[in-house]
């Protein structure tokens, strides 16, 4: 009983969104002038001299890092 009472109110509902969703969905939105995003070639250059300098500073660092890429657990 109750179900045959509210049922319309859920389908009513689903209709709504069904039609706001199909709206937003196939709304002509001018892609041309989306561009890719730039990529960062700063944040991903690895400066090597820095790397080697902070390894020789703390051996436990080297280990650490030795650890992480032999797949092991640092110890």
């Known amino acids: 009983m109750i179900t ?14 069904a039609q706001k969703f199909e709206r937003a969905f196939y709304a002509k939105s001018d ?3 989306v561009e890719p995003p730039q990529e960062q070639t700063q944040a991903q250059t690895l400066d090597l001299a820095a790397l080697i300098e902070q390894l ?3 051996p436990e660092l080297a280990s650490t890092l030795a ?3 032999s797949g092991q657990k640092a110890v």
Not at 4 to 17: G, P, Q, T
């Open 4 to 17: 045959k009472v509210y049922a319309h109110i859920l389908d009513e509902d689903r209709k709504i969104n």
């Open 31 to 33: 892609l041309r002038n």
């Open 67 to 69: 650890a992480l890429i």
């Open 56 to 58: 020789q500073k703390s």
